[in-house]
Protein backbone atom coordinates (compact mmCIF):
# COMPACT_ATOMS: atom_id res chain seq x y z
CA UNK A 1 0.00 0.00 0.00
CA UNK A 2 0.97 3.17 -0.70
CA UNK A 3 2.43 6.31 1.61
CA UNK A 4 0.85 8.92 0.67
CA UNK A 5 1.03 12.49 1.44
CA UNK A 6 -1.60 15.31 0.56
CA UNK A 7 -0.86 19.11 0.88
CA UNK A 8 -4.53 21.23 0.78
CA UNK A 9 -3.65 24.89 0.77
CA UNK A 10 -6.07 26.62 -1.66
CA UNK A 11 -8.59 27.78 1.40
CA UNK A 12 -7.72 29.85 4.03
CA UNK A 13 -7.03 26.87 5.55
CA UNK A 14 -4.14 24.91 5.69
CA UNK A 15 -4.67 20.98 5.99
CA UNK A 16 -2.28 17.82 5.82
CA UNK A 17 -3.02 14.58 5.39
CA UNK A 18 -1.11 11.19 5.40
CA UNK A 19 -2.03 7.40 4.35
CA UNK A 20 0.17 4.89 5.37
CA UNK A 21 -0.94 1.64 4.93
CA UNK A 22 -5.16 1.41 6.13
CA UNK A 23 -4.42 4.57 8.46
CA UNK A 24 -5.32 8.07 7.89
CA UNK A 25 -3.32 11.25 9.41
CA UNK A 26 -4.24 13.92 9.76
CA UNK A 27 -3.37 17.60 10.66
CA UNK A 28 -5.62 21.33 9.90
CA UNK A 29 -5.05 24.28 11.00
CA UNK A 30 -8.09 26.52 13.00
CA UNK A 31 -5.78 29.80 11.91
CA UNK A 32 -6.71 31.37 8.88
CA UNK A 33 -4.17 32.25 6.34
CA UNK A 34 -1.37 30.38 8.38
CA UNK A 35 0.18 28.39 5.82
CA UNK A 36 3.68 29.93 5.45
CA UNK A 37 4.19 29.11 9.31
CA UNK A 38 1.92 25.98 9.56
CA UNK A 39 2.95 23.52 6.53
CA UNK A 40 5.82 22.56 7.75
CA UNK A 41 5.34 22.18 10.92
CA UNK A 42 2.86 19.71 10.20
CA UNK A 43 4.20 17.78 8.25
CA UNK A 44 7.07 16.96 10.02
CA UNK A 45 4.18 16.38 13.38
CA UNK A 46 2.24 14.19 10.49
CA UNK A 47 5.24 12.03 9.83
CA UNK A 48 6.17 11.02 13.36
CA UNK A 49 2.63 10.45 14.13
CA UNK A 50 2.49 8.03 11.26
CA UNK A 51 6.01 6.76 12.37
CA UNK A 52 7.20 7.36 8.84
CA UNK A 53 10.55 9.22 7.67
CA UNK A 54 10.68 11.63 4.80
CA UNK A 55 11.54 8.98 2.26
CA UNK A 56 9.79 6.70 2.73
CA UNK A 57 6.49 8.59 1.10
CA UNK A 58 5.72 7.31 -2.40
CA UNK A 59 3.99 10.29 -3.90
CA UNK A 60 2.58 13.72 -3.31
CA UNK A 61 -0.80 14.49 -3.57
CA UNK A 62 -1.63 18.27 -4.25
CA UNK A 63 -4.59 20.36 -4.52
CA UNK A 64 -3.51 22.95 -7.42
CA UNK A 65 -6.24 25.44 -7.79
CA UNK A 66 -8.55 27.34 -8.43
CA UNK A 67 -8.24 29.14 -4.69
CA UNK A 68 -5.79 31.20 -2.75
CA UNK A 69 -3.44 33.16 -4.58
CA UNK A 70 -0.76 32.91 -1.46
CA UNK A 71 -1.88 29.75 -0.44
CA UNK A 72 -1.53 27.93 -3.47
CA UNK A 73 2.16 29.25 -4.10
CA UNK A 74 3.07 28.13 -0.69
CA UNK A 75 1.39 24.42 -1.16
CA UNK A 76 3.11 23.89 -4.53
CA UNK A 77 6.46 25.46 -3.94
CA UNK A 78 6.78 22.94 -0.42
CA UNK A 79 5.53 20.04 -2.56
CA UNK A 80 7.49 20.82 -5.25
CA UNK A 81 10.86 21.08 -2.93
CA UNK A 82 9.78 18.10 -1.29
CA UNK A 83 9.25 15.82 -4.27
CA UNK A 84 12.90 17.06 -5.95
CA UNK A 85 14.59 16.46 -2.91
CA UNK A 86 12.81 12.40 -2.19
CA UNK A 87 13.05 12.33 -6.32
CA UNK A 88 9.52 11.47 -5.86
CA UNK A 89 6.40 12.49 -8.44
CA UNK A 90 3.41 14.89 -7.43
CA UNK A 91 -0.56 13.91 -8.12
CA UNK A 92 -2.07 16.94 -8.57
CA UNK A 93 -6.10 17.07 -8.49
CA UNK A 94 -8.38 20.53 -9.11
CA UNK A 95 -9.14 22.19 -5.53
CA UNK A 96 -13.24 22.16 -6.53
CA UNK A 97 -12.61 18.35 -7.16
CA UNK A 98 -11.15 18.44 -3.25
CA UNK A 99 -13.60 19.99 -1.99
CA UNK A 100 -17.13 18.17 -4.11
CA UNK A 101 -15.43 15.00 -2.59
CA UNK A 102 -14.81 16.15 0.98
CA UNK A 103 -18.83 17.03 0.19
CA UNK A 104 -19.79 13.71 -0.99
CA UNK A 105 -17.64 11.54 1.53
CA UNK A 106 -19.91 13.74 4.58
CA UNK A 107 -22.91 13.65 2.47
CA UNK A 108 -25.72 11.63 1.17
CA UNK A 109 -26.17 13.29 -2.55
CA UNK A 110 -24.97 12.52 -5.80
CA UNK A 111 -24.71 15.82 -7.50
CA UNK A 112 -23.33 19.07 -5.77
CA UNK A 113 -22.60 22.53 -8.00
CA UNK A 114 -19.27 24.94 -5.80
CA UNK A 115 -18.95 28.13 -6.06
CA UNK A 116 -16.03 30.43 -4.78
CA UNK A 117 -15.14 33.62 -3.99
CA UNK A 118 -12.44 34.56 -6.69
CA UNK A 119 -12.02 38.60 -6.02
CA UNK A 120 -12.15 41.29 -8.71
CA UNK A 121 -15.66 40.46 -9.51
CA UNK A 122 -14.94 36.50 -9.89
CA UNK A 123 -16.19 33.85 -8.88
CA UNK A 124 -14.35 29.98 -8.94
CA UNK A 125 -17.66 27.62 -9.74
CA UNK A 126 -17.38 23.78 -11.16
CA UNK A 127 -19.76 21.23 -11.24
CA UNK A 128 -19.23 17.54 -9.77
CA UNK A 129 -21.17 14.47 -9.37
CA UNK A 130 -20.19 11.09 -7.40
CA UNK A 131 -20.49 7.85 -9.89
CA UNK A 132 -20.65 4.55 -8.22
CA UNK A 133 -17.63 4.26 -5.83
CA UNK A 134 -18.37 7.95 -4.70
CA UNK A 135 -15.35 9.69 -6.42
CA UNK A 136 -16.07 13.24 -7.44
CA UNK A 137 -16.37 13.53 -11.43
CA UNK A 138 -16.54 16.57 -13.19
CA UNK A 139 -19.97 17.11 -15.06
CA UNK A 140 -18.60 20.45 -16.49
CA UNK A 141 -15.56 21.59 -16.46
CA UNK A 142 -14.33 24.36 -13.72
CA UNK A 143 -14.03 27.65 -14.71
CA UNK A 144 -14.76 31.40 -13.81
CA UNK A 145 -17.37 33.78 -14.35
CA UNK A 146 -18.45 36.82 -13.50
CA UNK A 147 -20.53 37.20 -10.41
CA UNK A 148 -23.77 38.76 -12.43
CA UNK A 149 -23.41 35.32 -14.93
CA UNK A 150 -24.15 33.20 -11.84
CA UNK A 151 -27.65 32.72 -12.53
CA UNK A 152 -26.69 31.40 -15.97
CA UNK A 153 -24.38 29.10 -14.42
CA UNK A 154 -26.88 27.72 -11.53
CA UNK A 155 -30.40 28.22 -12.75
CA UNK A 156 -33.02 28.93 -10.37
CA UNK A 157 -34.51 25.63 -11.65
CA UNK A 158 -31.89 23.81 -9.61
CA UNK A 159 -32.56 20.88 -7.14
CA UNK A 160 -28.64 20.35 -6.72
CA UNK A 161 -27.30 21.56 -3.33
CA UNK A 162 -24.42 24.46 -3.69
CA UNK A 163 -21.17 24.45 -1.91
CA UNK A 164 -20.15 27.84 -0.84
CA UNK A 165 -17.69 30.79 0.52
CA UNK A 166 -19.91 33.65 -0.59
CA UNK A 167 -23.32 32.31 0.21
CA UNK A 168 -24.72 36.04 -0.21
CA UNK A 169 -24.57 35.11 -3.65
CA UNK A 170 -26.61 32.65 -3.92
CA UNK A 171 -29.87 34.54 -2.07
CA UNK A 172 -32.07 33.62 -5.40
CA UNK A 173 -31.82 30.15 -4.28
CA UNK A 174 -33.16 28.65 -1.35
CA UNK A 175 -31.46 28.83 1.33
CA UNK A 176 -31.92 24.59 2.15
CA UNK A 177 -29.97 24.04 -0.84
CA UNK A 178 -26.99 25.97 0.69
CA UNK A 179 -24.14 24.92 2.61
CA UNK A 180 -20.66 26.11 3.46
CA UNK A 181 -17.28 25.91 1.96
CA UNK A 182 -15.33 23.78 3.14
CA UNK A 183 -11.76 21.95 1.78
CA UNK A 184 -10.04 19.45 3.76
CA UNK A 185 -7.07 17.05 2.77
CA UNK A 186 -9.37 14.12 3.58
CA UNK A 187 -10.91 14.86 0.09
CA UNK A 188 -7.90 14.85 -1.26
CA UNK A 189 -6.33 11.55 -0.01
CA UNK A 190 -9.36 10.03 -0.91
CA UNK A 191 -9.04 10.60 -4.56
CA UNK A 192 -5.36 9.99 -4.69
CA UNK A 193 -5.66 6.60 -2.91
CA UNK A 194 -8.51 5.81 -5.64
CA UNK A 195 -6.91 7.12 -8.40
CA UNK A 196 -7.06 5.39 -12.14
CA UNK A 197 -4.58 5.65 -13.86
CA UNK A 198 -2.03 6.56 -11.37
CA UNK A 199 1.23 6.41 -13.40
CA UNK A 200 0.10 8.31 -15.96
CA UNK A 201 -1.08 10.90 -13.78
CA UNK A 202 1.89 11.22 -11.84
CA UNK A 203 4.19 14.22 -12.45
CA UNK A 204 7.31 15.23 -11.98
CA UNK A 205 7.95 18.22 -10.08
CA UNK A 206 8.62 20.86 -12.42
CA UNK A 207 5.40 19.72 -14.46
CA UNK A 208 3.51 21.12 -11.17
CA UNK A 209 2.43 24.77 -11.27
CA UNK A 210 -0.64 26.30 -9.69
CA UNK A 211 -4.22 26.70 -11.41
CA UNK A 212 -5.53 30.45 -11.56
CA UNK A 213 -8.70 30.30 -13.14
CA UNK A 214 -9.71 33.57 -12.47
CA UNK A 215 -8.15 36.47 -14.74
CA UNK A 216 -6.50 35.24 -17.38
CA UNK A 217 -5.56 38.40 -18.15
CA UNK A 218 -4.28 39.38 -13.93
CA UNK A 219 -2.67 35.96 -13.95
CA UNK A 220 -0.41 33.50 -16.25
CA UNK A 221 0.62 30.22 -16.14
CA UNK A 222 4.62 29.98 -14.58
CA UNK A 223 5.36 26.37 -15.82
Given amino acids: MANILAIETSSVYCSIGLKKNEDFFFEHSKEENSHGK???????LILKKAGLKKNQIDFIALSVGPGSFTGLRVGCSVAQGLA????????????????????????????VYLVKEAHMNDLYVGHYHADENNLAIEVKEDTSIKKENLINFIP?????????DCLEQLNYLGKEQLTPFINHAKGLLHLAFHSI???????????????????????KKAK
Avoid at 104 to 110: G, T, V
Avoid at 156 to 164: Q, V
Fill in 84 to 111: LGLEKKILPFSSLQVLAQNFFLENSCDQ
Fill in 156 to 164: LSTKEIICS
Fill in 38 to 44: SILSFID
Fill in 197 to 219: ELEKNLKLPEQIYPVYLSGSDQW
